[in-house]
């Protein structure tokens, strides 16, 4: 923006200011707001999805939504008025999963990636090209004797040719050094060295929770399936602890790269400890951390607590992380059929029936509800009886309860209308099912892919469908995520058409999905998830119309500000903008 544009747009919200002022001299202290924003296309997400053009925000709350000409009853001579220009706003969006490790990935990594980013593949050649640059610069090796380990992660081996992990493929770059790589999500895979060291040959039985994959003749292929053998894991030299300052550090400065995505809410799946738990809560107190979090919690974290928290509306605990099984790329998602792919093979539980029914019991009298990882139709089998016996031990209602289904991936045709008549939450990551789309048939084929990635179903039975990333397994950007459920497509715009398209989520459900749905299933809907008066007053302002324009754009857009309660918590700097 030129100097003269912007002189005249201080000139215009003064000369706006000023009339607003006079025009208003009668308000009450009451209704005097703190700020006021005129002139936007506001869509507030309300149960009918109407629009607005103005908003009154007072002590971090909305006060008034309506038009321009209601809300001057809300200004005074101390309210700042904000002139949109026209530009949209929308309810601050949540990450309904995450694991929050933002500055731990992107600001300080430890571990380097073989992607060039979250999102991307990396070639056979490019991790080769890594693990070369790594051996010659000693990024990612680890302390201890020469020849030392080198440990790496973000292996996807669906997108090569042929789409297998072979140990030989890192023994063309790596003779002599061990090499440990984790793939992009559950799952990883070693060098010949490695195996070797680990004494892992064709007669080492699988671990718990894990399993080796052998060739056709038996061989080792080193790739592993789930948990590695703990003969190899324990002789991988661990990293230094990181120090009280770099873990708050990395939380504080890296939950702002989710405030900047447009983020006011994140959903923590990493099964979050008593301790840190403690920690956060003092983060809060000394105004460090801005985002709100809704944390989902160890077991015995929520037993200690004895009942669910709220921190100043800021940091929430009411939930408690499970799984039942592992992920579906690395074939540990659980499923009531043997792999297509890998005959034989069902996949790896974790949780049963009985131990998740059990705590799924003992929470809810407490007051927590529980949400389960579960990828396969094996796992989310397992969960929904869990949950419905819990239902039926203390004769709550499915919608008090609000268990949840993360993930949510693969269902049966008996299962998808339990979902609803047990008020189970559906807790869904569009960009894993554009990125699932490279192998999800191959591991399932066609007759169980009708029931996979299924939100336009589950919507349609009235399951509350909450969106979210699992960052760091996929990029944080709330709009990439928006733009998947929309479009079904990656961010080339691939397959055409979208990939299985009738599952796709209209703009509205998207949005709805991706602020109510998070509010309902941390129990905040009264006071989360849209621009209504009395909630709080967390919203986002974006520069182009998410409702009209083309669906392709939709992850291109780059917020302008976003408030949380009231205060721009990040606004985008002005020479960045366009
Ligand atoms: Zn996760």
Same mark, same amino acid.
């Given at each position: 923006?030129?100097?003269?544009? =912007?002189?005249?747009?201080? /000139?215009s919200i003064?000369?706006l200011l000023?009339?607003?002022?006079?025009?208003?001299s009668?308000?009450?202290?009451?209704?005097?707001?703190?700020? @006021?924003y005129v002139?936007g296309?506001i869509?507030?997400v309300?149960? +009918?999805?109407?629009t607005?053009?103005a908003?009154?925000?007072k002590?971090?709350?909305f006060?008034? !939504?309506?038009?321009?000409?209601?809300?001057?009853?809300?200004?005074g001579?101390?309210?700042? @008025?904000?002139?949109? #220009?026209g530009?949209t706003v929308?309810p601050?969006?949540?990450?309904a999963?995450?694991?929050?490790r933002?500055?731990?990935?992107?600001?300080?990594?430890?571990t380097?990636?073989?992607?060039?980013?979250?999102?991307d593949?990396?070639s056979? +050649?490019?991790?080769?090209?890594?693990?070369?640059?790594?051996?010659?610069?000693?990024e990612g090796?680890?302390?201890?004797?020469?020849?030392?380990?080198l440990?790496l992660s973000?292996?996807?081996?669906?997108v090569?040719?042929?789409?297998?992990?072979?140990?030989?493929?890192i023994?063309?770059?790596?003779?002599?050094n061990?090499?440990?790589?984790?793939?992009?999500t559950?799952g990883?895979?070693?060098?010949?060295?490695?195996?070797?060291?680990?004494?892992?040959t064709?007669?080492?039985?699988?671990?718990p929770?894990?399993?080796?994959?052998k060739d056709k003749?038996?061989e080792? *292929?080193?790739?592993?399936?789930e =948990?590695?053998?703990? +003969?190899?894991?324990?002789?991988?030299?661990?990293?230094?602890p990181?120090?009280?300052?770099?873990?708050?550090r990395?939380l504080?400065e890296? *939950?702002q790269?989710a405030?900047?995505?447009g983020l006011? *809410?994140?959903h923590g799946?990493?099964m979050?400890g008593?301790?840190e738990v &403690?920690?956060?809560?003092k983060?809060y107190? !000394?105004?460090? /951390?801005r985002?709100r979090?809704? +944390?989902?919690?160890?077991?015995?974290?929520a037993?200690?607590l004895?009942?669910p /928290?709220?921190?100043?509306?800021?940091y929430?605990i009411?939930?408690?992380?499970?799984?039942?099984?592992g992920?579906?790329?690395?074939?540990?998602a659980?499923?009531?059929?043997?792999?297509?792919d890998?005959?034989?093979? %069902?996949g790896?539980?974790?949780?049963?029936e009985d131990q998740?029914?059990?705590s799924a019991t003992?929470?809810?009298?407490?007051?927590?509800?529980?949400?389960?990882h579960?990828?396969?139709?094996?796992a989310n089998?397992?969960a929904?009886?869990? %949950?419905?016996?819990?239902? #039926?031990?203390t004769?709550?209602?499915?919608?008090?309860?609000?268990?949840?289904?993360e993930?949510?991936?693969?269902?049966?045709a #008996?299962d998808?209308?339990? /979902?609803?008549?047990?008020?189970?939450?559906?807790?869904?990551?569009p960009?894993?099912?554009?990125?699932?789309m490279?192998?999800?048939?191959?591991?399932?084929?066609?007759?169980?892919l009708?029931?996979?990635?299924?939100?336009?179903?589950?919507?349609d039975?009235g399951?509350?469908?909450?969106?979210g990333?699992?960052?760091?397994?996929?990029?944080?950007?709330p709009?990439? *995520?928006?733009h998947?459920?929309?479009?079904? &497509?990656?961010?080339?715009?691939?397959?055409?058409?979208?990939?299985?398209?009738e599952?796709?989520?209209?703009?509205?459900?998207a949005?709805?999905?991706?602020t109510m749905?998070?509010?309902?299933?941390?129990f905040a809907e009264?006071i989360l998830?849209?621009?209504?008066?009395?909630?709080?007053?967390?919203f986002?302002?974006?520069?182009?119309?998410y409702?009209?324009?083309?669906? #392709?754009?939709i992850?291109k857009i780059?917020?302008?500000?976003?408030?949380?309660?009231g205060?721009?918590? %990040?606004t985008r700097?002005?020479?960045a903008?366009?």
């Amino acid at each position: 923006m030129n100097t003269m544009k =912007r002189l005249s747009r201080i /000139l215009s919200i003064f000369v706006l200011l000023m009339s607003f002022m006079l025009a208003s001299s009668a308000v009450s202290d009451a209704q005097e707001a703190d700020r @006021v924003y005129v002139s936007g296309k506001i869509y507030t997400v309300d149960e +009918e999805f109407s629009t607005a053009s103005a908003f009154a925000v007072k002590d971090g709350q909305f006060i008034y !939504v309506g038009d321009d000409a209601g809300v001057k009853a809300y200004i005074g001579p101390l309210t700042f @008025v904000f002139d949109l #220009e026209g530009k949209t706003v929308i309810p601050g969006l949540h990450d309904a999963h995450v694991h929050i490790r933002y500055g731990e990935r992107i600001l300080y990594p430890r571990t380097p990636d073989i992607r060039a980013k979250i999102g991307d593949w990396a070639s056979v +050649e490019r991790m080769q090209e890594v693990i070369k640059r790594c051996l010659a610069t000693g990024e990612g090796m680890r302390p201890g004797p020469e020849p030392r380990w080198l440990v790496l992660s973000g292996w996807m081996s669906d997108v090569w040719d042929p789409p297998e992990f072979r140990k030989e493929l890192i023994d063309a770059v790596a003779p002599d050094n061990s090499v440990f790589i984790s793939r992009y999500t559950h799952g990883s895979g070693a060098n010949s060295k490695a195996l070797e060291l680990a004494g892992i040959t064709r007669d080492t039985p699988d671990p718990p929770g894990g399993h080796i994959k052998k060739d056709k003749n038996g061989e080792p *292929t080193g790739e592993f399936v789930e =948990r590695a053998p703990r +003969e190899l894991t324990r002789l991988v030299p661990s990293l230094p602890p990181m120090t009280d300052y770099e873990i708050s550090r990395n939380l504080v400065e890296g *939950t702002q790269l989710a405030v900047a995505s447009g983020l006011t *809410t994140i959903h923590g799946a990493s099964m979050t400890g008593y301790e840190e738990v &403690q920690r956060r809560i003092k983060l809060y107190d !000394v105004g460090l /951390l801005r985002i709100r979090i809704n +944390e989902m919690v160890r077991e015995d974290a929520a037993k200690k607590l004895g009942k669910p /928290l709220n921190h100043d509306n800021k940091y929430f605990i009411r939930s408690v992380k499970a799984f039942a099984d592992g992920a579906l790329g690395s074939r540990g998602a659980l499923f009531l059929k043997e792999y297509s792919d890998y005959p034989g093979y %069902y996949g790896e539980p974790r949780q049963n029936e009985d131990q998740i029914a059990k705590s799924a019991t003992e929470l809810l009298k407490i007051g927590f509800n529980m949400r389960i990882h579960c990828i396969g139709d094996g796992a989310n089998r397992v969960a929904i009886n869990a %949950y419905e016996r819990a239902l #039926e031990a203390t004769g709550t209602d499915g919608k008090k309860a609000r268990f949840a289904l993360e993930h949510c991936q693969v269902l049966t045709a #008996e299962d998808v209308p339990r /979902l609803a008549k047990l008020g189970i939450v559906a807790s869904m990551q569009p960009l894993h099912a554009i990125e699932d789309m490279h192998f999800a048939e191959a591991r399932m084929g066609p007759e169980r892919l009708k029931y996979a990635y299924i939100w336009r179903d589950l919507l349609d039975l009235g399951v509350v469908v909450a969106t979210g990333t699992d960052y760091s397994v996929s990029p944080y950007n709330p709009f990439y *995520t928006l733009h998947a459920a929309v479009t079904r &497509q990656d961010r080339d715009n691939n397959p055409p058409g979208g990939w299985i398209p009738e599952q796709a989520m209209t703009r509205e459900e998207a949005l709805r999905a991706a602020t109510m749905g998070g509010a309902y299933v941390m129990f905040a809907e009264d006071i989360l998830g849209s621009i209504e008066v009395g909630k709080l007053a967390d919203f986002v302002v974006i520069p182009v119309d998410y409702m009209t324009i083309p669906a #392709e754009d939709i992850w291109k857009i780059e917020p302008e500000m976003t408030v949380i309660g009231g205060e721009a918590v %990040y606004t985008r700097p002005v020479q960045a903008q366009k």
